[in-house]
């Protein structure tokens, strides 16, 4: 059974840091893409950034480039993304997901994703 279990969400204030930690078990191959996206109401899922399984090559939406890092460790099979300089406009809930296409086309077509996670909230507030 495929389990993608993000941590890490909370309040944080307008121009601080948050990590978030996406554990990964059970994934049928181990060179699958994982990413972030974020959704807010109203609004269609967005992916952030993805990182590939085999290469480390990364995807950034323009939106969070220089800001946002994206990492993985492999033997933990854990996804990192470290989000600094955060603004209001980050406000919303990440996914975890996981696909086996590369980290660009699992970030621009949710089309691509085969698994989900649950989600965690990001509030950027004062």
């Known amino acids: 059974q495929v389990q993608l279990v993000e941590s890490g969400g909370g309040v944080v204030q307008p121009g601080g840091s948050q990590r978030l930690s996406c554990a990964a078990s059970g994934l049928p191959e181990r060179y699958y893409a994982i990413g972030w996206f974020r959704q807010v109401p109203g609004m269609e899922r967005e992916g952030v950034s993805c990182?590939?399984?085999?290469?480390?090559?990364?995807y950034y939406a323009d939106s969070v480039k220089g800001r946002f890092t994206i990492s993985r460790d492999s033997v933990n099979n854990t996804v990192y993304l470290q989000m600094n300089r955060l603004d209001s406009e980050d406000t919303a809930v990440y996914y975890c997901?996981?696909?086996?296409?590369?980290?660009?086309?699992?970030?621009?077509?949710?089309?691509?994703?085969?698994?989900w996670g649950h989600g965690a909230q990001v509030t950027v507030s004062s």
């Open positions: 997901a996981a696909g086996h296409q590369g980290p660009y086309w699992l970030c621009k077509y949710t089309d691509y994703v085969d698994y």
């Open positions: 990182i590939s399984g085999s290469d480390g090559s990364t």
